[in-house]
């Protein structure tokens, strides 16, 4: 068993948060009509991936009904279903599509965490939530050796990254860090690319303010620096 199956074994029994507790359970026992016939997975959520990857995803949290449904990142929801397209389109994922933990998908070369392992209500989790949650986020990126870049998906996921190079003294400051669509952060010496990017939130793809042609951008520069090393 690796290191990382182990963390995930723990995430999976977090309890830390009371109110996120509740909720992933009222979320199981309510549902959303389209899901009656299914068994939420209603726990935090592990990573999932390529164990040798050099590419690592940073999420918010998982979807009330996606990811805390299915029991994997962004898998089952609009999100997922915008991420995974531009994944397989730059040979990231083995499918276009992630519907249930089940359905064969397959990670190359990158591996998907969150600043948050349980859905908040309203996508809206509390700093001390997020506090709580970061010690995994950490592990994760300690584990995975082989990192030459890193993508936060929306600012919250941005300033969690940069918070943990701060306390760890290879930052001096996250304000020297402007979070924008599709721009290159260098953080420090042997230190993975960071890019940050909109999230593919329904909100964010709906509206216009990301297209896929702007998130496959992002993944195409994240390859770029695999080629370039």
Not at 93 to 112: E, N, V
Not at 122 to 135: A, F, G, M, S, T
Not at 182 to 203: C, F, W
Request: glycine share 6%.
């Amino acid at each position: 068993m690796s290191a990382l199956d182990v963390l995930n074994q723990d995430i999976i029994a977090c309890k830390k948060c009371p109110r996120l507790v509740q909720y992933l359970a009222d979320v199981a026992q309510v549902r959303r009509r389209a899901y009656r016939d299914w068994e939420y997975w209603a726990k935090p959520v592990p990573g999932f991936g390529d164990l040798k990857a050099r590419l690592y995803l940073i999420g918010l949290a998982p979807g009330a009904h996606g990811a805390n449904r299915t029991g994997r990142p962004f898998t089952g929801d609009k999100s997922g279903e915008f991420l995974y397209r531009v994944m397989y389109e730059t040979g990231f994922a083995s499918q276009p599509t992630s519907l249930s933990a089940d359905d064969g998908l397959r990670l190359i070369d990158c591996y998907i965490g969150a600043a948050v392992r349980c859905a908040p209500p309203d996508n809206k989790p509390l700093p001390q939530e997020i506090r709580n949650c970061r010690p995994y986020l950490e592990e994760e990126l300690a584990d995975l050796k082989n990192l030459r870049a890193v993508i936060a998906l929306g600012r919250i996921a941005f300033d969690v990254y940069l918070g943990i190079l701060q306390d760890q003294g290879i930052i001096t400051r996250r304000s020297s860090f402007s979070f924008a669509h599709n721009k290159v952060h260098r953080t420090g010496p042997d230190q993975p690319l960071l890019i940050s990017s909109y999230h593919p939130s329904q909100q964010n793809t709906s509206t216009g303010k990301l297209t896929q042609k702007m998130l496959k951008a992002v993944f195409v520069r994240a390859r770029s620096q695999f080629d370039a090393q």
